[in-house]
């Protein structure tokens, strides 16, 4: 896991992103590579009609270049090798395209007062659409701690399994693992498999079982709070195959409320 893709774009998450892509790429003694996307409104209603979009798309490419200049400026002097990439467009298209050869992606989990860019549509789009792992950061968490407590949600499905995969390498780097199983009954994939797996990467990690006393997403988040966890794996996006409800279930209340980054792959 060596290429490490962060969405640039002048809004409330962007610092949080870009502090987490450069704490991964170092750690990862990996490539950080920038996409800035000028973004092209979704939805403007009549204004379009009367030939506003134009003048929208305008405005939003002028704070894009100076975005790109502020933050390239602070990028300089990072210890990162980078490269940055400008696009125009539908946020969505234009992210899954600048994906091809991301190992992973770095956006935001919802933002907390504003609903643009739309974060969970990207994360929906990106990770159905690409396969590719996402890390999704709060927006106010500064930095990924690579070295920290890591939890995995652990249910059994494919998409858990995925997510464990597609997080290997960023976990042989935490000092701690917990394969989190909520009480459900049986799995199709036992939590002793999940540990074995690890093992044979040189990671050993502790397997936790606690009771669903009220919701699975309850007791995922009272595990990460007690654990002081650093990050959070899981699946993403397991019981649809539909964009229009993929957004049920643990995946949506985690994109709304975790308060740790997480590392989600479908």
Not at 114 to 139: F, H, N, Q, S
Request: proline share 4%.
């Amino acid at each position: 896991m060596k290429n490490i893709l962060v969405l640039m774009h002048d809004d409330a998450g962007q610092e949080a992103r870009f502090q987490a892509a450069l704490d991964l790429t170092r750690g990862l003694e990996g490539h950080l590579r920038c996409v800035d996307i000028a973004m092209v409104p979704a939805y403007v209603g009549d204004y379009v009609e009367f030939g506003g979009g134009a003048a929208l798309l305008a405005d939003e490419q002028t704070r894009e270049a100076a975005n790109r200049v502020r933050m390239e400026g602070r990028l300089k002097i990072e210890d990162v090798p980078y490269d940055w990439v400008d696009a125009t467009g539908f946020a969505r298209e234009c992210l899954r395209d600048a994906t091809a050869l991301a190992d992973l992606v770095v956006l935001n989990r919802e933002l907390d007062k504003v609903d643009y860019p739309d974060m969970r549509d990207l994360i929906c789009d990106t990770i159905l659409k690409t396969g590719k792992p996402i890390v999704a950061v709060p927006e106010k968490t500064l930095g990924f701690d690579l070295y920290g407590h890591a939890v995995v949600a652990w249910d059994g499905s494919r998409t858990a399994e995925a997510a464990l995969q597609a997080t290997v390498s960023l976990l042989k780097h935490a000092g701690t693992v917990t394969i989190l199983v909520v009480d459900e009954g049986s799995l199709r994939l036992p939590a002793a498999e999940a540990a074995e797996y690890l093992s044979r990467h040189g990671i050993r990690p502790e397997v936790q079982v606690v009771p669903k006393t009220d919701t699975v997403g309850g007791a995922i988040l009272g595990v990460v709070g007690a654990f002081k966890a650093a990050y959070l794996v899981m699946g993403g996006f397991g019981h649809s195959r539909f964009l229009e409800a993929a957004f049920g279930g643990v995946t949506r209340r985690m994109l709304v409320e975790s308060p740790v980054p997480l590392v989600l792959a479908h």
